[in-house]
């Protein structure tokens, strides 16, 4: 046992993973950190109450002079990084983690977040097979069928919770560890010296951030970490996630903050689709209409889009494009080719515009994505492409100018993604795919918030109806009993659980912060964890 560590899980408390020396490392991020990022997510709620009453969102001006400075660049690419042209991201079981490394895609993003339910097995199981998978010892066979990685897999990049998120089944100090640091700090410590020996590196993705001291603190958390194992400062190289409202204004900030591990920037379009609804959530103006009317060239996302790839190539890093949420439809020819056809135009959309690379979520898409970016991208990036032709101002951002309608359809597959997602994580699956989309905690919070948005202020349909409490109840009570037909793996329990949680979501004053911090409870019960420890978050 590690002194003042506690592992209140009663299941994989005794992993291997787990060794003394993993966890005395976890304690000494806790402790040097923990309060900063404590004060960190305070600041949100105040940052997030000035907005509410009326303060705009606008570019810092006590920053001013690090966006007007044109002569600091970030790090050159790290080994494996140069070209990124097409990214696979998913969860970290097994089975997903060689298919994704032998894809073809020139990363795979390694995802303890968004995509992955934080079970205590999934977050530790996931942490094993990406130790196996960094000294290539990751082969298994399941179903009579052979997993081995390929001779030449992807690199390896991943992406820890963020800040918000506590690891309930681990305390240090009598206090929850941060879920970003237990993530990033077990992979750390087991695999940071392997990957530098394997010619690679430790490579992260950081979400969810919305200010430039968050990624201050980043930086210092790398600082400390490469030297306490005792490796050169710089060796660790992160992309982080523009995928919050806040963000959008601070990116040269960010940028800054990290530019000695900085990899670039990359385009989170769900979360920050869901950022914007929540972060405006006092302004009537701001409501947006059907989710499938809020694209990449919505004028908001559009100005999004540019101003970051502006920003990267200014500074020398990757502007990484997004998601495209389109799945390959097995059964169905002509419907597969309506998917794919809309894959290849974001892919087309995003490589002119002058991204370096692109996301895809699933194996049977690299093709396709490779394809567009190797015919119009014939170097390893655009970092050439400056992209000076573009002028973003705080107006342009904040455009809530969106064409399109609410509708009856919109209500009901929002309804259809929230009951399903939220079902599906508190059973511990973190990404489904449903109706040919592949959902994960972004887009049903885009679900979530949306649902609210139209309730507060009574939106009306195409047809004229208002949105009311009293509608949202009957679409809920007429989608949720289908809800296992599109999602049979959800349990009738679980389902109910979410029912209840969207039902009371859309009566709060303001939407909660997180689906993930709300339903988190229900995980770390399942877990076996004494209910102490999470009984004030229900």
């Known amino acids: 046992m590690v002194a003042g560590v506690q592992i209140h899980s009663k299941v994989d408390a005794h992993n291997p993973i787990l060794t003394d020396g993993a966890l005395v490392f976890l304690a000494a991020l806790h402790r040097t950190f923990e309060s900063t990022r404590h004060s960190l997510l305070v600041a949100r709620g105040d940052a997030q109450r000035k907005f509410d009453s009326g303060v705009p969102l606008d570019f810092p001006p006590e920053t001013a002079h690090i966006r007007a400075e044109p002569s600091w660049h970030c790090a050159p690419p790290a080994p494996g990084l140069e070209d990124r042209r097409v990214e696979i991201t998913g969860p970290t079981d097994r089975k997903m983690v060689i298919n994704a490394l032998n894809s073809g895609a020139k990363t795979f993003m390694a995802d303890f977040e968004d995509s992955s339910a934080p079970t205590f097995a999934n977050m530790i199981n996931g942490q094993v097979n990406l130790r196996d998978a960094v000294r290539r010892q990751i082969d298994f066979e399941s179903g009579g069928k052979q997993y081995k990685l390929s001779e030449k897999p992807a690199v390896l990049i991943v992406r820890p919770r963020g800040w918000h998120l506590d690891e309930t089944r681990i305390t240090v100090d009598n206090t929850p560890i941060s879920g970003s640091l237990f993530d990033f700090g077990l992979y750390f410590y087991h695999n940071a010296k392997e990957l530098i020996k394997r010619g690679s590196g430790p490579y992260f993705y950081l979400p969810k951030m919305e200010h430039y001291l968050e990624a201050r603190l980043w930086n210092d958390v790398f600082l400390f970490s490469q030297s306490y194992i005792g490796i050169p400062h710089n060796t660790i190289r992160a992309t982080v996630l523009i995928e919050t409202l806040p963000a959008a204004f601070q990116m040269e900030e960010i940028l800054f903050e990290l530019r000695n591990h900085s990899a670039g920037l990359n385009c989170g379009r769900w979360d920050y689709i869901f ?204 989608q949720a009993p289908g809800i296992k037909k599109i999602a049979p793996g959800v349990k009738e329990d679980h389902l109910k659980i979410a029912t209840k949680y969207l039902m009371q979501q859309i009566r709060q004053q303001w939407p909660s912060e997180f689906l993930t911090s709300d339903l988190m409870p229900y995980l770390t019960m399942a877990d076996g964890v004494e209910d102490k420890w999470y009984r004030s978050s229900l």
């Open 275 to 478: 950022s914007a609804i929540k972060k405006r959530r006092a302004d009537r103006s701001a409501v947006l209409p059907d989710r499938k009317d809020v694209t990449m060239t919505v004028p908001f996302m559009d100005s999004y889009v540019r101003l970051l790839i502006q920003t990267c190539h200014r500074r020398k890093v990757a502007a990484m494009g997004g998601m495209s949420a389109q799945i390959p439809i097995k059964n169905d020819p002509q419907a597969n080719e309506v998917a794919m056809e809309k894959v290849r135009a974001d892919k087309f959309r995003e490589v002119t515009a002058g991204h370096d690379g692109t996301w895809i979520a699933h194996p049977l898409i690299n093709q396709i994505a490779r394809q567009v970016f190797d015919e119009n991208m014939l170097g390893p990036n655009q970092y050439h492409v400056r992209r000076e032709d573009v002028k973003v101002s705080a107006a342009d951002l904040l455009n809530a100018s969106v064409p399109g309608k609410i509708t009856e359809d919109g209500i009901r597959s929002n309804v259809s993604v929230a009951l399903a997602y939220c079902g599906a994580w508190i059973g511990g699956n973190g990404c489904i795919p449903v109706n040919y989309l592949m959902e994960d905690a972004a887009t049903a919070e885009i679900a979530r918030v949306q649902l609210w948005q139209w309730v507060k202020y009574g939106a009306r349909i195409d047809t004229g109806e208002q949105v009311s409490t009293q509608y949202v109840d009957r679409i809920i009570a007429e």
